[in-house]
């Protein structure tokens, strides 16, 4: 996996309330239901999720909020915590992403997680005003995503974006076969899908979240770099190439965005991350308990 060092040259949609900007993005495309992902995996958050991160978190179920600031109760953030931001959460949240708090640093300054104020408060008052209250989980908007499933304020946290629809397939086909080119069929009906890095995959994307120029390879933002774009590029998946121009059937871009389960080709596309397992909520529960230290 790679970190999200790259800088964007220019992230036009700061001035936008992040709301109405989401709403923008999901509006354009109406058989999406972006705003309404918190259905089946949110429902999964006392269910034995895959847990991607190993051990992490499991030494830690310190039955949530029994200790007091400071204690000492043994959470690390490096050790603990930020492994578990790693696997889930930094894709998209990162330096980078300043619509959303870089959770890659949560100690940033400006954009960090535990100076961001919650931009769901003004619209939903019952929320605290804050994403992280060091000491104050209660009053942390955070736990608040991490943990209800029936959060209305935004989704439930880790978001993934919808399985592209049967349309949006039928075109990523259409565009290979007739070449993977730069032409007017990409601008209008591929580069929509893929979205567009540092507007939080908007109008419409479903990769670019994760998919940008020093995030994961490839950078579905520029598909034609000829070294971590995605025509006639080697996959980093072994024995694949991303597109092969005239051949949709053979490459590995097509196969991961139909694929419904994970195969020898790699997982399905976009990604899916599971929910955190209670014994990781318990973890980043006790790290703010604590005084969201950077230990
Ligand atoms: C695929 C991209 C993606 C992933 C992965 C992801 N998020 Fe988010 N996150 C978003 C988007 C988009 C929003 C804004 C929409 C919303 O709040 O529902 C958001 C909003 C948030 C907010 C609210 C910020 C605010 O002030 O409104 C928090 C807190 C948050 N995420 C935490 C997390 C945590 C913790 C993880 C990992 C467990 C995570 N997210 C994983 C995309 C993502
Ligand atoms: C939430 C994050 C996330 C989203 C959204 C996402 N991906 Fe990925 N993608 C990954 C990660 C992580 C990898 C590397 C691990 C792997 O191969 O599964 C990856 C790998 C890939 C690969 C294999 C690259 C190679 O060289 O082996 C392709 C192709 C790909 N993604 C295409 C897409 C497309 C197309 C979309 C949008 C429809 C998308 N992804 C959305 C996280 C994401």
Redesign the pocket.
Known sequence: MRSSAAPFAALPHLALP??AM?QMGCGSDSSDSDTNTNTSNATSTGAPATNATGATGATHSTGSQTGSTGDGSGVSYAADVAP??EE??????HQNAT???N?ADPFDPTNG?IV??????EGHPETPEM?VVPGDPANS??IQ??SDPALT?????????DRVTEQQAADLRQWITDGAMNDAFYASNIQRIFGTPGL??NPGGKCS??HFDGGVEPNLGDPFDPENGVVNVAATTEGWTRVIPGDPDNSLLIVRVEATETTEAGDPM?KV?PT?TPAEIDT?TQWILDGAQNN
């Open positions: 992040l709301a989401l578990i931001f889930r959460c930094t894709h998209c949240h619509a959303i708090p959770i997680l961001f104020a919650n931009t769901w408060h994403n908007f955070l995503k991490i304020a935004g989704d439930p946290m880790p978001w993934s974006p939080l995959g979240y994760c976009p991350y955190l980043v």
